[in-house]
C-alpha cells in the first residue's frame, strides 16, 4: 500500500537540536516581550498626543471605519488561515503547510494595501505626520504595525522556500511554530489599534 509523500510524518531530528530549539523559542518570546514594551510605548504616545491637533484634522475627520474593519478582517482571517497551516504542520501535511501560508500572504499583501490606500489619501488631503502631533503619533503607531507585517510577510516566502526545499525537519517546523507567534502577536497589536485609534477616533 502506498503512503501519500503530503501525509509523511514530520522528520525528528536530534536531542541537541531540540534543546537549541527549546532556547531559541525563549529567545523569541523575550523579543515579543520587547516589541510589546516598544507598542505600548507608541500606544501611550498616542493618547496624549490625541488632542494636539494644532487646528488641524482629528480622527472622526480622517478614518473611515469600513475600510479599517476590512483591513481587520482581512487581518484576523490570516491569523486563522495561519492557524490551519500550523496544523497542517503538525500532521506532517507540507502541501496543506504551503498552501495555508500562501494565503495568508495574500491577506497580508490585503492588509499592507489597504493601509498603504489609506496613508497615500491622508498624505493627498494635506493630513501627513508633519500636520499636527496627533498625526504624527499615529503615522508612527500604524505605520510601524504595518511595517511589522510586512516583515512577517518576507518571512512567510522564506518559509515556504525551506518548507519546499528541507521539508518539515524539525527545524523548519519550529521557525514555522516561531513565525506563527510573531503573526498572532501583530494580530492583537491591530485589534487595540483598531479599537484604541480607530474606533475611538470615529465614534
Do not use: C, N
Amino acid at each position: 500500500m502506498s503512503i501519500a509523500i503530503d501525509e509523511l510524518p514530520v522528520l525528528a531530528e536530534s536531542g541537541p537540536e531540540a534543546e537549541r530549539a527549546e532556547v531559541k523559542a525563549l529567545g523569541f518570546w523575550l523579543y515579543l516581550m520587547t516589541d510589546a514594551v516598544i507598542f505600548a510605548l507608541l500606544f501611550a504616545t498616542y493618547v496624549v498626543m490625541l488632542r494636539g491637533t494644532a487646528g488641524g484634522p482629528t480622527g472622526h475627520d480622517l478614518f473611515s471605519l469600513p475600510h479599517t474593519f476590512a483591513e481587520t478582517m482581512a487581518l484576523l482571517f490570516s491569523s486563522t488561515t495561519f492557524g490551519l497551516a500550523m496544523v497542517a504542520a503538525h500532521r506532517g501535511a507540507w502541501r496543506s503547510v504551503i498552501l495555508w501560508l500562501v494565503v495568508t500572504l495574500v491577506l497580508g499583501l490585503g492588509f499592507v494595501s489597504m493601509e498603504v490606500s489609506e496613508f497615500v489619501g491622508m498624505i493627498a488631503a494635506h493630513a501627513g505626520p508633519q500636520r499636527s502631533g496627533f498625526l504624527t503619533a499615529f503615522f508612527t503607531l500604524v505605520a510601524t504595525h504595518g511595517l511589522h507585517v510586512s516583515f512577517g510577510m518576507l518571512s512567510i516566502v522564506v518559509m515556504i522556500g525551506q518548507i519546499m526545499v528541507k521539508g518539515l525537519t524539525e527545524s523548519v517546523t519550529s521557525r514555522l511554530y516561531r513565525l506563527s507567534l510573531f503573526w498572532h502577536f501583530l494580530d492583537i497589536v491591530w485589534i487595540g489599534i483598531f479599537s484604541v485609534v480607530y474606533l475611538t477616533g470615529v465614534l
